[in-house]
C-alpha cells in the first residue's frame, strides 16, 4: 500500500475516486466523503484505454466531478512510486498521476489488499458458504480469488478490535501438482514460461491454457475454445471432456493453494474466494474437487475440516469499499 499527497492540489476540488483495476476490467466509483454510499459505479474495459489516466478522466467526464482524493486497487504489487501491471501493459508514476488529475491525496494498494478489507464489512447475502462450520473470532482470515490472475491476501488481528490487511504475491507459488494430469500440465508450462506457478492454472487465463495444454495431450481439436468462458461453459454443460477436466483441475488447485494459505496464517476465521471466475460457476462449484482438495492435508484435516469457506456473491465489487477503507486509514 502507497499513499502520496499534494498539498497545493485546489481546494475546491470534493469527494474520493475509488477503483479496482484488473487485468480486463476497471471498476470506478465515486464517494461522496467518508461512510456515504459508493455510487456512480461503471466498469470500463481496460483494453479500449491507452493507460490508466485516460480511463480515469473518461469517467470523470461522464459523471462530471472532480475528486480532491483517490484510492485505486490494482491486480498487482505496489512497492514503490512507479506501479506496472502483471497482466497488461498500463503502467505509473504515482506522484504523476496523483498531480495530472489533481489530487490532494492518492493512494494505490494491492487488488485484493483492498478486497481483504471489505470483508469485515460483507452482508450475509454478499457470501456462500461451501463446506466447513462456523469462523472463530479473532482469527486471521485467507483470501483467493481467480479472474485474469490468481489473488492471494489475507487479514490478521491487530490485537485492538480491528485487522491488518496482508500485500502479497501468493498467486505466484508453485503449481501444487497432486496428480498425473497435473503434472503433465505442469511440465508443459514449465516448458513454456520456466516456472509453473498456481496462477498458470487457478485463473481465467489458467483455465484456457489447461484446456488447450489437455487437448494437445489427447489430440483432440481445440479450435472451438478461445476464451476461459467458452470452457467453463463446454465444461459445465457435459459437451466436452476436455474442457471438464481443465474445470475441475482449476479448482482442485484452487482448493489446494487455498488449503495452503489457511495453514499458513492459521485462518480459522474462514477463508474468503473472490475473483470473477468462481462465482460464475455457481453451485456446480460447491460439488467440485475444491473442497476436497482443500482438506486434503494428511495429519491436519480434521483442522482444515472445521474451517468454513464463503464464495464472495456481491454483485458491486468489494474491493471499492475497501479502497475506500484505506483512505479511511489516516
Known sequence: MSETTNPTAPSSHAGRLLADVGGTHARLAWQAGADAPVEHVQVLPVAAHASLRDAIRVYLSGIGRQPREAAIAMANPVTGDLVRMTNHHWS??????????????LRVLNDFTALALALPHLAPGERRQVGGGAPVADAAIALLGAGTGLGVSGLLPDGQGGWAPIAGEGGHVTLPAATARERLVMDALVRRHGHASAERVASGTGLLDTCLILCEADGVDAHAFDSAAAVSEAA??????QALEALQMFCGVLGSVAGNLALTLGARGGVYIGGGVVPRL???FDTSPFRGRFEAKGRF?????????WVITSAQSPALLGAARALDAR
Open 282 to 284: 455457481g453451485t456446480w
Open 92 to 105: 505509473f508514476s504515482q506522484a504523476a498521476l496523483r498531480d495530472e488529475l489533481g489530487l490532494t491525496r
Open 236 to 241: 459445465l454443460s457435459g459437451s466436452h471432456p
Open 301 to 309: 484435516e480434521n483442522y482444515l475440516r472445521d474451517i468454513p469457506v
